[in-house]
T-cell receptor, first 117, second 111 residues
Framework: DTGVSQNPRHKITKRGQNVTFRCDPI?????LYWYRQTLGQGPEFLTY????????KSRLLSDRFSAERPKGSFSTLEIQRTEQGDSAMYLC???????????????FGQGTRLTVV | QKEVEQNSGPLSVPEGAIASLNCTYS??????FFWYRQYSGKSPELIMS????GDKEDGRFTAQLNKASQYVSLLIRDSQPSDSATYLC???????????FGTGTKLQVIP
């Protein structure tokens, strides 16, 4: 088992390059979230999926960011033309849906730390 | 008004004492409330969930929820140095269908 898995754990890239991160949620979870966290801040919501449908994208997210979850399983987050301000920890979380309060519990992966130089 | 407000701390308590962490939220439609613990450089770990008014106890942790006052707290009894971390308050809103986080309170347990 299998908790949420994220790859890579660390990524160093030059400004202007594109990067892609992958998240594999807990297998029975059909909701998947992406968050971004910078030092001293709480996780900031980026987007989320219910199965393969992207249901919400943060208005703070520039069009350089795109996310997919093509078969409702793993998800990718791509950042195009990276900027130094994109340096952060990118966190993926998943939860199940269905009846019951515990379906709202979200569990995080280990995160991908991005450094743009 | 921020959706979730927490005192950033640091909150320093001596080993063995009770640590009290507080959080207020603005969305009255919130239905689920969570406390996450985050060690430096690591991802958040869910430690408590609470859904109805009152207290919920799990080991040394007690979560308290007051929906009328839009207030949730976490008590850590017999604090240990290993409890030193940032504690994130979060809530799930059925309207927005996402989990929203506060900025966290840094707790330091002094041996």
């Amino acid at each position: 088992d299998t908790g949420v898995s994220q790859n890579p754990r660390h990524k160093i890239t030059k400004r202007g390059q594109n990067v892609t991160f992958r998240c594999d949620p807990i297998s029975e979870h059909n909701r998947l979230y992406w968050y971004r966290q910078t030092l001293g801040q709480g996780p900031e919501f980026l987007t989320y999926f219910q199965n393969e449908a992207q249901l919400e994208k943060s208005r703070l997210l520039s069009d350089r960011f795109s996310a997919e979850r093509p078969k409702g399983s793993f998800s990718t987050l791509e950042i195009q033309r990276t900027e130094q301000g994109d340096s952060a920890m990118y966190l993926c979380a998943s939860s199940r849906t269905g009846p019951g309060d515990r379906s709202t519990e979200a569990f995080f992966g280990q995160g991908t730390r991005l450094t743009v130089v | 008004q921020k959706e979730v407000e927490q005192n950033s701390g640091p909150l320093s308590v001596p080993e063995g004492a009770i640590a009290s962490l507080n959080c207020t939220y603005s969305d009255r439609g919130s239905q689920s409330f969570f406390w996450y613990r985050q060690y430096s450089g690591k991802s958040p770990e869910l430690i408590m969930s609470i859904y109805s008014n009152g207290d919920k106890e799990d080991g040394r942790f007690t979560a308290q929820l007051n929906k009328a006052s839009q207030y949730v707290s976490l008590l850590i009894r017999d604090s240990q140095p290993s409890d030193s971390a940032t504690y994130l308050c979060a809530f799930y809103s059925g309207g927005y269908q996402k989990v929203t986080f506060g900025t966290g309170t840094k707790l330091q347990v002094i041996p």
